[in-house]
């Protein structure tokens, strides 16, 4: 933890920028952590607020952009070459692409807020061809209120971040086990359902 606050103390608003497109991608970078510590900084005036929300936006959006990207490149490169070996079939993505196309979208706009999808959902996003513009208008947006949120937490709170922040943590990782227990259950019930018809 104590990397992010000397990084973000030594390089400003490149070490913002560059940790963000780092988490993003999948690397075990504290992302909120680092935007509710760049809020408080703003707050004790040591950045700029306009500079930090664009280099924090741009590198959000920049490391799912990297994460729809894989997705599309090496993602699709493993379906068509191992995908018969796990049950990982053209149809099969043809599912997950429409599921994306009718409602799958929204789980780019909420996925930064549950801890390790973010990323994965970028990445199922490209591997089942998910068109950009879709892609972009609810990844880019997501990425702006999610940005805004913890800024925003660091901001209003200023020396009580750190509480502020803990509190935050324990609420999603709540929400974060009860959506994605949900998910699994609804999955789940619908595939035994199917199987019995």
């Known amino acids: ?22 988490g993003i991608v999948g690397l075990p970078v ?7 510590f760049s809020g408080y900084l703003v707050w004790r005036g040591n950045l700029k607020a306009i500079p930090v929300l664009i280099v924090a936006f741009l590198g959000s959006a920049c490391g799912i952009t990297l994460s729809y990207v894989i997705g599309r490149t090496l993602g699709l490169g493993f379906v068509h070459k ?33 801890a390790g999808v973010r990323h994965f959902t970028a990445i199922v996003a490209g591997t089942s061809s998910l068109e950009y513009r879709a892609f972009a208008a609810y990844a880019y947006s997501g990425a702006f209120v999610w940005v805004c949120t ?20 324990k609420n999603l990782q709540v929400v974060s086990i009860a959506v994605v227990g949900a998910a699994v259950l609804f999955f789940a019930v619908r595939w035994m359902l199917r199987k019995k018809s």
């Open 30 to 36: 504290p992302d909120e952590t680092l935007l509710v």
């Open 150 to 169: 913890f800024l925003g937490l660091g901001f209003y709170f200023g020396e009580r971040w750190q509480q502020i922040l803990e509190l935050v943590h």
């Open 82 to 114: 191992w995908g018969k070996y796990v049950h990982l079939t053209e149809a099969r993505l043809d599912v997950v692409h429409s599921w994306f196309n009718r409602v799958g979208h929204w789980a780019l706009f909420i996925g930064y807020y549950i």
């Open 1 to 22: 933890m104590d990397f992010i606050f000397q990084w973000v103390a030594h390089y400003g608003y490149a070490a913002i920028f560059m940790l963000l497109v780092l």
